[in-house]
C-alpha cells in the first residue's frame, strides 16, 4: 500500500492523482464469472489493487431452520478481509467493521433480488477479499451481483456499486486506499441503473450541499459505467458457453 509524506499532495498541478488519473476516472476493473465449481455462482474482481471473490450458495434449505422466513428467501451475507489482505496482518476473527459491511452489502443487494419466490430458504453470499486497495465496499457489491446472476437466482437489475469523495479540497470518483485514508469524505453509492433505484448511500466526512451533489453524480456516473463492465463479463462468459453447446448439439445431429 502506498503511504503518504506528511507534505504530499493527492492531486497534482496538472490535477492528476498519486495513480496518474483524472479526478472523474474510474480504476481499471476486471471481471471474471464462475470461477469456483463447488458453488452456485462465483465471480471475482480487481478493481485497482483491489481483488475479491464472491460465492453464491442457494437458494437452499435454511439451517438453523427457525430463521426460515414464511414469505421470502432469506439473504444472507458474509463480507471478510483475508489476514493478508491488508499491510499489517489482520486478525482472522471478524470484526466490527466487517460484520457492518456484511449487513450492509446484503441490504444492497437484497433489494435486487425476488426473494419473495423463494421462501423458506436461504441464499448465502460469501465475500472474500484477497487483497484490500480503498473501495471494497462497492467493488464487493458489484462482484456479488454478478456472482448471483451466475447463480441463476432471477434479479431486477444487476447491481453496481461506486464511491466518489473529497480529496484536496476536489470532487474525485472512485478513491483508493490512500485517498480513502487521507481524503476529507467518501461517498459510497450502489445502483440498480435500469430503474434508477440507488440501494445503498453512506458518507463518511463532510460535504456542502453542492459538493454532496457533484460527488452523488459522480459516483453515479462511476455505478453506470461499472454495470456496463458487468453486462459485458455476462455476455463474453454466456454467449462462449452457448455457441459451445451450439457446436456439441450440431456434432450430435450431424
Known sequence: MEKKNKDQ???????????????????????????????????YIEQGKNKIIAAVYGPRETHPRHRALRDKA???CRYHMAPF??????????????????????????A???VELYPRTSIDVFIEVLQSDGGSRGASISAASLALADAGIPLRDLVAACAAGKVDGQIVLDLNDIEDKFGEADLPVALMPQSGSVSLLQMDGNLSQKEFEKAFKLALDGCHQIHD?????????????????????GQKEG
Open 74 to 76: 432469506l439473504l444472507r
Open 112 to 114: 435486487a433480488v425476488f
Open 85 to 110: 489482505s491488508v499491510e499489517e496482518r489482520k486478525r482472522p476473527a471478524p470484526s466490527r467493521r466487517e460484520i457492518e459491511l456484511s449487513k450492509v452489502i446484503g441490504d444492497a443487494l437484497e
Open 9 to 43: 499532495k493527492l492531486i497534482d498541478k496538472k490535477g492528476l492523482r498519486v495513480d496518474g488519473r483524472k479526478t472523474d476516472e474510474l480504476r481499471p476493473i476486471k471481471f471474471e464469472i464462475g470461477l469456483l465449481n463447488k458453488a452456485n455462482g462465483s465471480a
Open 229 to 249: 463492465l458487468q453486462k459485458r463479463a455476462l455476455r463474453d462468459k454466456y454467449s462462449v458457453k452457448n455457441e459451445v453447446l451450439e457446436d456439441l448439439k
